[in-house]
């Protein structure tokens, strides 16, 4: 056990040093991106020297998402290690997992799809493009040092408990190698082989002495007063309680064979050692509880704060008609604010853990709609300007309503399994669905096409009626971001997924029935497929090595498995084609029966 600590420590030190420097160094690189970026603001056109500083700057910032994206990936391998050998609990197991997810997300999509974006068509920007791309680099660049902080502040974080774990196992093992010693000494003819034993158990009190003064290094003399205060009352009972002396006297009396006071000094020692295992133990178990307690506190004051924030400035754009200039302080004013309450909030950070990826989604896209809008002033786009004054309120809101879920699932108001499954069922639903859609828009292209490319009013109004379910099921899958914290988890593809449905619906409301259409719709079920498999690889990832005790699958051939589907999805269809006239049912079914022949 003690072997595991160690490895996991190194690796922990390791990981650690890395995402410091990566942080250091990328704040540099904020700093040169910054001067670059002023740097051609004042140019009219960058020559080709420009563009190669940027791509400098661009490939350092990719070598930094390589590095955290392999810290990730030792991490999780450190992960496994700790499952695999049972040397922490779950709970710990499961705030490791969580980090892990929390360190690959440093690297947004956000910030990767715009450096692609840079790397690839740097050359061919206009002035106006690059000037633009990099004020939307300068931001992700941003978000990624604040992300690394936040990620570094955890890991610290979770090092005490790590800590306190690591204490209360010795503790624990010394316990029990003390019974097993103890109940082998009455059996014993001979006591004298047993003392090298004995003395593997003073070694190993010595040891812990050693890793609680250890230990303390990472306590905060202030914040962390109460834990210091506690283990330096552990130093001082290991001292003053005799559990030493014991096993000395164990350990002689032992030697030379003196059953009977060997055994008296072995009952006191193990009477004392579990004494000590509880005292560690629980105050393990009170870091958790005085942590959540706090961590409560802070999302209750946080939801407060945005709360006045949001009537604020819901004041501010009801004032705002034709000139933005008396409203201007208190706009500054209040994004200051909304930045301070958001600091207040990573105050303590293993909330990081409870946040969703929704909330981060919406942070952001709040900011970028403050962002808009002071430089809409700038430019003096009035009408934008308001536009952004009422997604700046939207995200303002929908960032109170994420907090108050966040809230929620820390109070056990969460349901993390029924979530996972209720959503893969809305996404299988949803795959069958478009599947029948898909197949009706393409029997309406061959009746068009047929028919010299005219639409009848009866294909135009099964345009619209297709319209209105591709926007049903893009407004379903907004109400899932709302209420499921699993759909939450996966917020990128899942906004994505809508905002492509929702296009799709307004090219149907315009009857615009053509092969981008289709491609569009088949776009729909390759997307729904990925945000499956991305949910399936999160629930293995966190599947315990501990359930390898249950009934295993039988192996059935793949071929069998996926006609079993196929029939299976076929049934489900046919009740999903009592809802199109019955003409349309007969296309479908004869499109059904040509991709099977």
């Not at 499952?83 to 609990?89: D, F, G, L, T, V």
């Not at 692609?116 to 992700?140: H, Y």
């Not at 393409?442 to 010299?452: A, D, L, T």
């Not at 619209?464 to 893009?474: N, T, V």
Request: aromatic fraction near 4%; hydrophobic fraction near 30%.
């Amino acid at each position: 056990m003690d072997e595991i600590f160690k490895q996991s420590e190194k690796q922990e030190n390791i990981n650690k040093e890395n995402l410091e420097m990566v942080l250091k160094e990328s704040k540099k690189l904020q700093d040169e991106f910054e001067k670059k970026r002023r740097e051609l603001l004042r140019k009219n056109e960058p020559n080709a020297d420009d563009k190669s500083d940027v791509q400098q700057l661009l490939k350092k910032q990719d070598d930094f998402n390589k590095i955290v994206d392999n810290v990730a990936n030792e991490y999780q391998k450190m992960i496994k290690n700790l499952e695999n050998n049972n040397a922490i609990n779950e709970d710990i197991i499961e705030k490791m997992q969580k980090i892990q997810e929390i360190m690959e997300e440093i690297t947004s999509p956000e910030l990767q799809d715009l450096l692609k974006e840079m790397q690839r068509n740097i050359n061919q920007m206009s002035p106006d493009q690059l000037k633009k791309t990099m004020e939307d680099f300068k931001f992700s660049l941003e978000d990624f040092n604040q992300r690394l902080q936040q990620t570094l502040d955890l890991l610290e974080s979770i090092k005490k408990e790590m800590a306190l774990q690591k204490l209360s196992e010795l503790a624990k093992e010394m316990e029990k190698m003390q019974a097993s010693i103890n109940e082998k000494t009455k059996d014993a003819k001979s006591q004298s082989d047993l003392s090298k034993e004995q003395q593997q158990i003073k070694d190993m009190l010595e040891k812990l002495q050693d890793e609680i003064n250890k230990s303390k290094d990472l306590f905060d003399q202030q914040k962390d007063k109460e834990y210091l205060d506690a283990l330096d009352q552990l130093s001082q009972d290991i001292d003053q309680d005799g559990l030493m002396q014991d096993l000395e006297d164990a350990i002689k009396n032992l030697e030379q064979n003196n059953k009977e006071k060997a055994q008296k000094s072995q009952k006191s020692s193990l009477q004392k050692m579990a004494q000590l295992s509880q005292k560690l133990e629980k105050m393990r178990s009170s870091m958790g509880g005085s942590d959540a307690q706090e961590m409560i506190e802070i999302v209750q004051n946080t939801i407060k704060r945005l709360l006045l924030m949001s009537k604020l400035h819901e004041d501010l754009n009801n004032r705002f008609v034709h000139d933005p200039l008396p409203i201007m302080p208190e706009m500054i004013a209040n994004y200051d604010a909304i930045q301070l309450s958001l600091k207040y909030l990573y105050s303590a950070p293993q909330i990081l853990m409870f946040l969703g990826q929704k909330y981060f989604y919406d942070v952001s896209e709040t900011q970028n709609a403050f962002r808009a809008f002071f430089s809409d002033i700038q430019d003096n786009k009035l009408h934008t300007a308001k536009t952004n004054m009422q997604n700046i309120l939207k995200g303002l809101n929908l960032i109170i309503f994420d907090l108050m879920q966040t809230l929620d699932n820390m109070s056990g108001g969460g349901g993390g399994g029924s979530g996972m499954q209720s959503l893969m069922q809305q996404l299988q639903q949803m795959g069958q669905e478009q599947l029948a859609m898909n197949m009706l828009t393409q029997s309406m292209m061959e009746q068009m096409m047929q028919n010299g490319n005219q639409m009848s009013q009866q294909m135009r109004q099964q345009m619209q009626r297709l319209a209105s379910e591709e926007q049903r099921l893009a407004d379903n899958l907004n109400r899932a971001l709302q209420t499921n914290p699993e759909a939450q988890k996966h917020t990128q593809q899942i906004k994505q997924l809508t905002e492509e449905l929702e296009a799709i619906s307004r090219q149907l409301k315009q009857g615009k029935l053509d092969k981008s259409l289709l491609d569009r719709q088949n776009n729909i079920m390759s997307k729904l497929l990925d945000i499956e498999k991305s949910i399936q690889k999160r629930e293995h990832s966190q599947k315990r090595k501990g359930e390898t005790g249950r009934q295993e699958d039988w192996d059935v051939p793949d071929s069998v498995k996926n006609r079993f589907k196929d029939q299976l999805r076929r049934n489900q269809l046919q009740e999903e084609l009592k809802a199109y006239p019955k003409e349309y049912q007969d296309l479908i079914k004869e499109y059904l029966k040509s991709i099977n022949e």
